[in-house]
C-alpha cells in the first residue's frame, strides 16, 4: 500500500516570505513517480512537477524548487519569495509505476497543504 | 495539449434524482479515466478507475451501483450518481492519462455536485 503524508495542513505567510511544503511518502515499488498539484480557490487541479525515482536531482522552477530525498522518503517544495497568487492548496501525490496493469499508475494524495500568503 | 473537459461544472439537485457527469479529453485519446471525490477542505480520494471498452474498477468502499461508471469511447467517461442523497454533495473530479505506459494525468476541472 501506498501513503503520502502531508504533516502541515496550514501555513500562513507574509507576501515575500519563503515558506517550504513538507511531503513524505510510503511505498513498496523501487520504481514510483511524485507529484505536486496546486489547487487554487476554483478547484481545478494546477501540475507543477512529475519526479521519478530514479532521479534524485533536485530542481528549480522560477520561485519553486523541490528538494527530492530517497533516504528519507521526502519530496518537499519550495515557494521562494511567496505572492499573494500562491495562495492555494498543494497536494502531493505518488504514483507507482505499474506499466502492465490495467488500473497503473493510480495517484495517491496527501492530505494537502493550504498556504495563505497575506500582502 | 492534453486538454480534460468537463460537464457540468455545478449541478444541483434534488434528493433521490440521478446526475450525469461527463468527463472529455479534447485533444488526445484517453486509453484510462480516473474519477475523484474531494469533500471540502480535504484530499482527492480515488473512486475509480475506468478503461474504454471494460468495466471500471472500483475502490474498496465506493458503491458500484450508486456510482456507474461508462467509458464508452477513447474520450469520453461518465459518471453517474444515482438516487443521489445530500452525503454524495461533494467535488467530483475527472482525470485522464495517454496510454498505460504514460504517467501523467490530466486533470478536468471538476463538477461541484449539491443535493438538496
Known amino acids: 500500500a501506498q501513503k503520502v503524508t502531508q504533516a502541515q495542513t496550514e501555513i500562513s505567510v507574509v507576501e515575500k516570505e519563503d515558506v517550504t511544503l513538507d511531503c513524505v511518502y510510503e511505498?513498496?515499488?523501487?520504481?514510483?513517480?511524485l507529484f505536486w498539484y496546486k489547487q487554487p480557490p476554483s478547484g481545478e487541479l494546477v501540475f507543477l512537477i512529475r519526479?521519478?525515482?530514479?532521479?534524485?536531482q533536485n530542481e528549480i522552477s522560477g520561485r519553486y524548487s523541490w528538494n527530492f530525498q530517497k533516504s528519507t522518503s521526502s519530496f518537499n517544495f519550495t515557494i521562494t519569495a511567496s505572492q499573494v497568487v500562491d495562495s492555494a492548496v498543494y497536494f502531493c501525490a505518488l504514483s507507482e509505476a505499474r506499466l502492465r496493469e490495467a488500473a497503473g499508475n493510480k495517484l495517491t494524495f496527501g492530505g494537502g497543504t493550504r498556504v495563505l500568503v497575506k500582502p | 495539449g492534453a486538454v480534460v473537459s468537463q460537464h457540468p461544472s455545478w449541478v444541483i439537485c434534488k434528493s433521490g434524482t440521478s446526475v450525469k457527469i461527463e468527463c472529455r479529453s479534447l485533444d488526445f485519446q484517453a486509453t484510462t479515466m480516473f474519477w475523484y471525490r474531494q469533500f471540502p477542505k480535504q484530499s482527492l480520494m480515488l473512486m475509480a478507475t475506468?478503461?474504454?471498452?471494460?468495466?471500471?474498477?472500483?475502490e474498496q468502499g465506493v458503491e458500484k451501483d450508486k456510482f456507474l461508471i461508462n467509458h464508452a469511447s477513447l474520450t469520453l467517461s461518465t459518471l453517474t450518481v444515482t438516487s443521489a442523497h445530500p452525503e454524495d454533495s461533494s467535488f467530483y473530479i475527472c482525470?485522464?492519462?495517454?496510454?498505460?505506459?504514460?504517467?501523467?494525468?490530466?486533470f478536468g476541472p471538476g463538477t461541484r455536485l449539491t443535493v438538496l
Open positions: 519526479r521519478n525515482s530514479f532521479d534524485e
Open positions: 475506468s478503461n474504454e471498452g471494460s468495466k471500471a474498477t472500483y
Open positions: 482525470s485522464a492519462s495517454r496510454g498505460r505506459t504514460f504517467v501523467e494525468q490530466f
Open positions: 511505498t513498496r515499488d523501487t520504481t514510483y513517480y
